[in-house]
Nanobody, 118 residues
């Protein structure tokens, strides 16, 4: 079982990045998927989440209107489109999967670093 994030990197303020989270060893269609982030010296926080069907999403207030979470169950992949990036968005971004039938079954990716700086 594995979640692998990709797409992080260095971007200037105002720029965009698209993160991907590819799952293997399980099928994400039975999982609520979300993105978390952890900035240096801060606690890990929820950024965005999406239900198994993709019909409902939720976002942290700090990213509403700038970030969009989506999923492709056929490709077993979740995405996070990040626009109008700010220095405060600098963090390691983690993908998280929680089984919708048994919340005790959940997985974390190892994270991808996003740095927003001029």
């Amino acid at each position: 079982v594995q979640l692998v994030e990709s797409g992080g990197g260095l971007v200037q303020p105002g720029g965009s990045l698209r993160l991907s989270c590819a799952a293997s060893g399980f099928t994400i269609s039975s999982y609520y998927m979300s993105w978390y982030r952890q900035a240096p010296g801060k606690e890990r926080e929820l950024v965005a989440g999406i239900i198994s069907s993709g019909g409902k999403t939720n976002y942290a207030d700090s990213v509403k209107g700038r970030f969009t979470i989506s999923r492709d169950n056929a490709q077993n992949t979740v995405y996070l489109q990040m626009n109008s990036l700010k220095p405060d968005d600098t963090a390691v971004y983690y993908c998280y999967a929680r089984n919708i039938y048994n919340k005790a079954i959940n997985y974390w990716g190892k994270g991808t670093l996003v740095t927003v700086s001029s």
